[in-house]
Nanobody, 120 residues
């Protein structure tokens, strides 16, 4: 199982970034994939998740209306579109795979992260 996040970078407040998670070694359409982030000095937090069973999505309150998760099972890719970025969104972002098709499953695998820095 491999998960590789990419697409991070430096962006000004109000800007946008699109993160990608390339998955390999397992059938993406069998598992829910989530995005997590960890800011300096803070604990890792769940940002978003998309179920493979229903296509249902989850967003933490602080990103609702600004972030959108999507997946392309044929391309083994999950993306996180981040709009109207705020300084407090600065963190290393990781994608992770659950042990089921539901976002409530346990997260078994985490990929290497990609750094998002929001600063003027």
């Amino acid at each position: 199982v491999q998960l590789q996040a990419s697409g991070g970078g430096l962006v000004q407040p109000g800007g946008s970034l699109r993160l990608s998670c390339a998955a390999s070694g397992f059938p993406l359409d069998y598992y829910a994939i989530g995005w997590f982030r960890q800011a300096p000095g803070k604990e890792r937090e769940g940002v978003s998740c998309m179920s493979s069973a229903t296509g249902g999505t989850f967003y933490t309150d602080s990103v609702k209306g600004r972030f959108t998760i999507s997946r392309d099972n044929a391309k083994n890719m999950v993306t996180l579109q981040m709009n109207n970025l705020k300084v407090e969104d600065t963190a290393i972002y990781y994608c992770a795979r659950t042990d089921s098709s539901w976002c409530t499953g346990g997260y078994e695998y985490y990929g290497q992260g990609t750094l998002v820095t929001v600063s003027s």
